[in-house]
């Protein structure tokens, strides 16, 4: 018999990457956010929409403000992950995980992350997001004989925490420093 055996069903993965640029206006800024984006990723992105008008910052309502890309391919999204890492030096800030265990962080510049300097585009900054998961969770969102996760089976803070300091060896910091 194996000492140890370890359950397969409670590896941690990751479900999908999305990344965000919110430029705060609509037109040619957007555009060429839109284009940093797919030159990252290789995929359409989509625009977001302003849910309300705000007159001190110079939107309305409805005006495209945004756009954001999903990658869902887990090696794309892991590759990429990695090299918005390395911007971060993989340090995180506890506040950065969310309590169903997915994590998000923000880079300045996207040029760090590989893409060459084009002065017509400019330097836009972006947000990582990371939704993780474990085998099995697509019983909560599939059609038919759809059911619930049980709790020893949901992901927390801490089991985010521990896989992204054992998958990336990174840090974690109490507070932010600046």
Known sequence: MPAASTNVMKDIRIHKLVLNICVGESGDRL??????????????????????????????????????????????????????????EYELIKRNFSHTGNFGFGISEHIDLGIKYDPSTGIYGMDFYVVLERPGFRVSKRRKCQSKIGFSHKLTKTDAMKWFQAKFEGIILAKAYN
């Open 31 to 88: 555009t060429k956010a839109a284009k940093v984006l797919e030159q990252l990723t290789g995929q359409q992105p989509v625009f977001s929409k302003a849910r309300y008008t705000v007159r001190s910052f110079g939107i309305r309502r409805n005006e495209k403000i945004s756009t954001h890309v999903t990658i869902g391919n887990k090696d794309k999204a892991m590759q990429i992950l990695e090299s918005g890492l390395k911007v971060k």
